[in-house]
């Protein structure tokens, strides 16, 4: 499959713990995309690298979320101290320079 | 920041017939409106976009519209089928390419057969 990769699918976490989820970007895309979606809405801006550069963060944003792209391929996006507010799919999408973008299959949080 | 409006929240159709969703924005800086059709429990897929110099874009059965002026954009479908039964999403961007992108809430579009 050589499309946007996403692991894990599903996560299942207790409130106050830490999770980290990576995203695998179509291989000859620079830029890479977070969103958030609830149930019943659309997808939500979180934050855009090009290349390792991480050019935008949303407000949505917090201080406990952190995203990474360290060489310019795969990314990260850690969670710390989860709560149940953070249960949602988490999407990411990569992109080639003016192009559209793809999205990964997502991965489902759910905080108990 | 920009803010996307979509209507309506559901729309059920009976097969062959059309079905129009129709969607507003509020920055008018935004240049680039890509829609997206989502499966539940899939991802998000691109099915067809539109750039600010043109006011409309076709592709088989489904055509988009681009009204800059009243800052609105519409999604026909002609023909419909039940594989088109699914949740249709509008978006806004800026800078003429795909970078932050602002969604609306949804349309769940039911084909009845």
């Known amino acids: 499959d050589t499309g946007v990769s996403q692991n894990p699918r599903h996560k299942i976490t207790k409130r106050g713990q830490n999770v980290t989820f990576r995203c695998d970007p179509i291989s000859e895309h620079n830029r890479l995309y977070w969103y958030r979606q609830t149930l019943g809405q659309g997808p939500e801006f979180l934050t855009y690298?090009?290349?390792?550069?991480?050019?935008?963060k949303s407000r949505l944003l917090s201080d406990r979320f952190s995203a990474e792209r360290p060489k310019g391929s795969f990314s990260t996006l850690e969670i710390q101290r989860t709560e149940q507010g953070d249960s949602a799919m988490y999407l990411c999408?990569?992109?080639?320079?003016?192009?559209?973008?793809?999205f990964g299959q997502g991965t489902r949080l759910t905080v108990v | 920041g920009e803010n996307v409006e979509q209507h309506p929240s559901t729309l059920s159709v009976q097969e062959g017939d059309s079905a129009v969703i129709k969607c507003t924005y509020s920055?008018?800086?935004?240049?680039?409106f890509p829609w997206y059709k989502q499966e539940l429990g899939k991802r998000p897929q691109l099915i067809i976009d539109i750039r600010s110099n043109v006011g409309e874009k076709k592709d088989q059965r489904i055509a988009v519209t681009l009204n800059k002026t009243a800052k609105h954009f519409s999604l026909h479908i002609t023909e419909t089928q039940p594989e088109d039964s699914a949740v249709y999403f509008c978006a806004a961007s800026r800078s003429g390419g795909y970078q932050k992108v602002t969604f609306g809430t949804g349309t769940k579009l039911q084909v009845i057969p």
């Open positions: 920055d008018s800086a935004s240049n680039y």
């Open positions: 690298f090009q290349n390792e550069a991480q050019l935008e």
């Open positions: 999408a990569s992109s080639s320079m003016d192009r559209e973008a793809f």
